[in-house]
């Protein structure tokens, strides 16, 4: 695979700027004003990339009296999942409003999808990427219809096995997409069961970009996530956390994505290279603060020099200390004062 490649006009991987997209797949609550503020807290912010989700649910459930248990700033709330992805959905004329507007302020839109009607939404929006999510790993005829358009591909894991990525990547190299980046993620609040060592992992093992999907407000994983490799993030963002929906006690205010940006960028900096690198200010403190030889005391020229005649005084210069060795028993050329450099000339 690839070791960079670009989104819109950003590039992704070594050697490029960390990735940051805010996530609004549920938070939108697919309201145009809700979706136009958000972009703007994206923009504003300075993250990348906005992400959506094409919901059609009669094309992903059979059963449309399921239910689930959400969090919500008023309690755990029951929901009827047919009903309520079937709310959060857009017009394609919509979807046209909300990419246009988003191009305007700068930031690149790309979706999950998870249906057919999801490819052809995003198709017809020309969106330069795509997201697969972690609950759909197994429908293979949707990974294959995905790969074979050749647009970058980001792709969640969760709750998936190294021979479930595989098959995956086999189907992407298959339809000659190098253009790919695993999403670590996870659903549990347990950070032992957080597995963060699967970045490295799912980077030598699939020889892949990877990046990091959080699920939560806290950024103490998004910190491992970028120090284990990790050159995209996806992060959850609202306008309000009592907003009605699910997700949104799970994301951050404008102010804190704006926070979280800054500090993502600052820590994905912070990295450097693989290799002993100091500062600029260290190597200037260091001329400070290293030794250099002097003499210990006043020496007349023809002294025979002993260890003790010598000190080691702070100040990278003249002689290090570590030539000691070739002072030791010689013959002093000249006359030192205390404190005065020995050069290798004098003896």
């Known amino acids: 695979m690839r070791k960079d490649f670009a989104i819109g006009s950003r590039k992704i991987g070594d050697g490029h700027p960390l990735f940051i997209i805010a996530e609004c797949g549920i938070t939108c609550n697919y309201d145009l004003d809700i979706t136009k503020k958000l972009i703007d807290v994206t923009a504003e912010a300075g ?11 009669d094309e992903i459930m059979c059963d449309k009296t399921v239910t689930t248990t959400y969090q919500t700033v008023r309690g755990p709330e029951v929901v009827n999942m047919y009903d309520r992805f079937n709310s959060l959905r857009f017009t394609l004329d919509e979807w046209k409003e909300v990419k246009t507007y988003a191009d305007k302020k700068g930031v690149i839109v790309f ?3 998870n249906s ?6 995003a ?18 005829p949707l990974w294959k219809k995905v790969a074979e358009i050749g647009k970058p591909m980001l792709i969640d894991t969760g709750p998936v ?15 000659g997409n190098d253009q790919s980046l695993l999403l670590h993620c996870f ?13 490295p992992y799912m980077r030598e093992t699939f020889d892949t970009l990877v990046g990091f999907s959080a699920t939560d407000t806290d950024d103490t994983m998004d910190i491992v996530a970028v120090s284990l490799g990790a050159c995209v993030l996806e992060k959850r963002i609202t306008l309000d956390r009592s907003l009605p929906g699910h997700h949104h006690v799970l994301s951050k205010l404008p102010d804190e994505f704006s926070k979280y940006v800054r500090a993502m960028r ?6 450097g290279t693989f290799g002993l690198n100091p500062s600029a200010n260290d190597l200037k403190e260091r001329k400070k603060h290293f030794r250099h030889l002097v003499a210990n005391t006043d020496l007349k020229a023809g002294t025979v020099l002993t260890a003790d005649m010598l ?22 050329k000249r006359d030192l004062k205390e404190n005065e450099s020995i050069l290798l000339t004098d003896v």
């Open 187 to 199: 659903h549990t609040g347990i950070p032992a069961e957080m597995n963060m060592r699967a970045i």
């Open 116 to 121: 057919p009607s999801g490819i052809e939404y």
């Open 123 to 140: 198709e017809a929006l020309k969106l330069d990427a795509y997201k697969l999510s972690s609950w759909d790993y197994n429908d293979l």
């Open 266 to 271: 600052d820590v994905h900096a912070s990295l």
């Open 161 to 175: 096995f190294t021979e479930d990525v595989a098959k995956v990547m086999k189907i992407m190299k298959d339809a």
């Open 111 to 113: 979706s999950t999808v």
């Open 47 to 57: 993250a990348d990339a906005i992400k959506f989700i094409f919901w059609f649910p």
């Open 311 to 332: 000190a080691s005084k702070r100040g990278e210069y003249d002689v290090s200390p570590e030539h000691i060795g070739k002072f030791i028993g010689a013959t002093l």
